[in-house]
C-alpha cells in the first residue's frame, strides 16, 4: 500500500527543494501543488502563468481530493507539496485522514521579502501563514495525528538531523539520497516553474542559511508582521534538535 505524505508550505518557503528532496529518494513519486488550479480559477488571483496552470490542471477541488488520497500511484511513498492558500473556505478536509501530513513554515518577513521581487502587491492570504496555523490546528483534530512542524531555518542550518528526525516522526526510512539531487527541472514540476523556480533548478542541495537583506517597504512589512502572531504558534511546536557542535549537518 502506497504511504501518501502531505506537506503543507506557503510560498517562497524551501518548498521546492523539499520536493527535489523527496523525489531523489528510490521509492517516491512526488505531485506539485495539485490544488493550485483550483485556487487561481476560485478566487481570480492575477498570478504568473495563472491561465496555463488552469488549462493543464483540475480545477474541481473534489476530483483533485480524491486524486491524492485515493488515486492510483505506482510507488512505495507518494509526497505531495502543497500550500495552505490553495485551501479555501468550504473545502472538506476528510480526505485528510488518508495521508501523513508535515508542516514547512519560514518567518514571515523572510517570506514577505521573497515574495515582493515576483508579486509586488502583497496581503497576507497571498503567503498562507494564518491559513497554515488554522490549517494545522484542523488536521491534528480531523487525523488524530501529532503533525510535525519544521522551520526553514533549522532544515538549512542541519539538513540531515531534520529530515532524519523528519521520516522517524512519519515512520518511514531515512535515504541519504534526500540530502543531494541533481541541478536542473523536473518533468513533475509545476507549469508555473518558469516564473517561480530559478535558483531551486540551479540548486545540488539544501542550502546553507544565510539572513536575507531585506528590502521591503513599510506596507510589505506590515503584511509579514500581520502574519507573525500565527508564524510564532506554529514556531513555538516546531520540531528541534539540540544544537551540537559536529561538523555533520
Not at 6 to 25: C, F, K, L
Not at 118 to 126: G, H, L, Q, S, V
Request: proline share 6%.
Amino acid at each position: 500500500m502506497t504511504i501518501r505524505i502531505a506537506m503543507w508550505s506557503g510560498p517562497r518557503n524551501i518548498s521546492t527543494a523539499m520536493m527535489r528532496a523527496w523525489e531523489n529518494r528510490p521509492d517516491t513519486v512526488v505531485h506539485d501543488e495539485p490544488f493550485y488550479a483550483h485556487y487561481l480559477k476560485k478566487t481570480g488571483i492575477a498570478h504568473p502563468g495563472a491561465a496555463e496552470v488552469i488549462a493543464r490542471q483540475s480545477t474541481d477541488w473534489q476530483e483533485v481530493a480524491h486524486q491524492v488520497s485515493e488515486g492510483t500511484v505506482a510507488a512505495e511513498l507518494y509526497f505531495q507539496k502543497h500550500m495552505t492558500l490553495h485551501m479555501l473556505d468550504g473545502m472538506d478536509l476528510v480526505w485528510t485522514k488518508k495521508l501523513r501530513h508535515y508542516f514547512l513554515i519560514r518567518d514571515p518577513l523572510h517570506v514577505v521579502n521573497s515574495y515582493v521581487k515576483k508579486r509586488p502587491e502583497i496581503t497576507a492570504e497571498d503567503i498562507g501563514i494564518q491559513r497554515q496555523l488554522l490549517l494545522y490546528e484542523q488536521l491534528c483534530e480531523i487525523t488524530g495525528q501529532a503533525i510535525p512542524i519544521l522551520d526553514a531555518k533549522d532544515v538549512l542550518s542541519r539538513p540531515r538531523p531534520m529530515m532524519e528526525m523528519l521520516c522517524s516522526m512519519l515512520d518511514i526510512p531515512f535515504y541519504e539520497d534526500m540530502l543531494s539531487w541533481p541541478a536542473g527541472s523536473r518533468d513533475s514540476d509545476g507549469v508555473w516553474a518558469k516564473y517561480w523556480y530559478h535558483a531551486v533548478e540551479a540548486s545540488t542541495g539544501f542550502e546553507p542559511f544565510k539572513e536575507p537583506v531585506i528590502e521591503v517597504t513599510e506596507a510589505q512589512r506590515q503584511v509579514a508582521e500581520n502574519s507573525r502572531p500565527a508564524y510564532n504558534v506554529l514556531y513555538k511546536n516546531r520540531m528541534s534538535i539540540a544544537p551540537s557542535n559536529s561538523s555533520q549537518a
